[in-house]
Antibody
Framework: QVQLQESGPGLVKPSETLSLTCTVS????????WSWIRQPPGKGLEWIGY???????NYNPSLKSRVTISVDTSKNQFSLKLSSVTAADTAVYYC???????????????????WGQGTMVTVSS | DIQMTQSPSSLSASVGDRVTITCQAS??????LNWYQQKPGKAPKLLIY???NLETGVPSRFSGSGSGTDFTFTISSLQPEDIATYYC????????????FGQGTRLEIK
């Protein structure tokens, strides 16, 4: 079955760029949207953004100026970059799959049906 | 942005009880509403999609209803393994297409 695994540094310095990668195994990255979601310690969930395997993206407006999500179909991976981080960006970061719906166009279903286990990223000097 | 108001924030119930959680959207979201279960230290798990559809493999004691702005999530007979935090999540299929989560409901056994 499809599995997702996040990887990247667990500690990032303030003002630097957080970089994470999600590797998709057991299935193809094609024909799905892929998303990043985060959860600060003891708090709720925040959607960061998603990307279609073709490369089109949509970001949370509150993070849009600092976020870049990219995809590498040859490696079955997608990645997150979050720039100019502060302590407020300390969180568990999850990657997740979003199935598509075909209406008049291909759109994300809006549901996160498969999740990675999450990776804790701490922003501290 | 569409805001989601979830209540209660915490809930204590006994095994076998019927448990209900509500989620209210700040504007009409049709049926674009999902429910997740998150156990401590684990990733969330999709339970209900599009307001009332049970995800494959999820026990039938879980159900969802509602449309527009008001939604309900129900566990018909609480089991010990249902102890978790539950989140609603809306998605906007019109461009630019945002996603927001409710604040969560922490469910405990009485």
């Amino acid at each position: 079955q499809v599995q997702l695994q996040e990887s990247g540094p667990g500690l990032v310095k303030p003002s630097e760029t957080l970089s994470l990668t999600c590797t998709v195994s057991g299935g193809s990255i094609s024909s799905y949207y892929w998303s990043w979601i985060r959860q600060p310690p003891g708090k709720g969930l925040e959607w960061i953004g998603y990307i279609y395997y073709s490369g089109s993206t949509n970001y949370n407006p509150s993070l849009k100026s600092r976020v870049t999500i990219s995809v590498d179909t040859s490696k079955n991976q997608f990645s997150l970059k979050l720039s100019s981080v502060t302590a407020a960006d300390t969180a568990v970061y999850y990657c997740a799959r979003v199935p598509i719906v075909v209406v008049t166009a291909i759109i994300p279903s809006g549901a996160f049906d498969i999740w990675g286990q999450g990776t804790m990223v701490t922003v501290s000097s | 942005d569409i805001q989601m108001t979830q209540s209660p924030s915490s809930l204590s119930a006994s095994v076998g009880d019927r448990v209900t959680i509500t989620c209210q959207a700040s504007q009409d979201i049709s049926n674009y509403l999902n429910w997740y279960q998150q156990k401590p230290g684990k990733a969330p798990k999709l339970l209900i999609y599009d307001a009332s559809n049970l995800e494959t493999g999820v026990p039938s004691r879980f159900s969802g209803s509602g449309s527009g702005t008001d939604f309900t999530f129900t566990i018909s007979s609480l089991q010990p393994e249902d102890i978790a935090t539950y989140y609603c999540q809306q998605y906007d299929n019109l461009p630019p297409g945002g996603i927001t989560f409710g604040q969560g409901t922490r469910l405990e056994i009485k």
